[in-house]
């Protein structure tokens, strides 16, 4: 599959869902001598993404009011199709809501728009590029200065996943055809 991608044959995306919350993810932290940084966690305030990421970079996220299920992915997916122009791998892990009885009866209409759905082997989240722009989302790109406010907390998640491309880049190998 990654050589049909690499030879323009196909595009190849892979999504994942995420959720942001005011609880930072901080495993360790430095600041300056005498100097405290303080946070002040909101485990009640989420920001719930749904996101559809290609290896070059670009991405487009969906955001839920509430917590993810079947179908706001599939109305996710469904408009994901408009940005559709050649056929279209859309790699996805085995969560509960992918393999739900409402999404897998969704994959053939996609098939129609020619997107069509792999999905991974089981425990291999490795796998899958979304969780590298996840994990550098929560503990690279977000700041403590970030967790300010609900408001601000918010704006600068959206703002990062709006700046994939220009302002945050992953490198990611490439494998030789």
């Not at 990654?2 to 190849?12: A, E, H, N």
């Not at 559809?52 to 996220?61: H, I, L, Q």
């Not at 299920?69 to 408009?79: E, G, K, Q």
């Not at 490795?126 to 704006?155: C, M, Q, V």
Request: hydrophobic share 40%; glycine share 6%; charged share 25%.
């Amino acid at each position: 599959m990654w050589w049909l991608y690499v030879g323009g044959r196909i595009d190849l995306y892979f999504g994942d869902e995420s959720a942001f919350s005011m609880n930072p993810k901080l495993p360790y932290g430095w600041s300056p001598k005498g100097e405290r940084i303080r946070i002040f966690p909101q485990r009640d305030k989420k920001v719930n993404l749904f996101g559809v990421f290609r290896p070059d970079n670009f991405c487009v996220t969906y955001e839920s009011a509430g917590n993810i299920n079947a179908d706001f992915l599939i109305r996710s997916i469904d408009d994901f199709c408009r940005y559709i122009k050649k056929p279209t791998v859309l790699v996805l892990d085995n969560a509960p809501t992918h393999r739900s009885r409402k999404f897998i009866e969704q994959m053939e209409k996609w098939k129609e728009q020619d997107l069509y759905v792999f999905f991974l082997p089981k425990y291999s989240p490795h796998l899958n590029i979304a969780e590298t722009f996840w994990r550098k989302a929560k503990y690279e790109w977000l700041r403590p200065s970030d967790y300010g406010s609900f408001a601000k907390f918010k704006e600068k998640v959206k703002a990062i996943f709006t700046g994939i491309g220009s302002e945050y880049k992953i490198a990611f190998s490439q494998m030789s055809v």
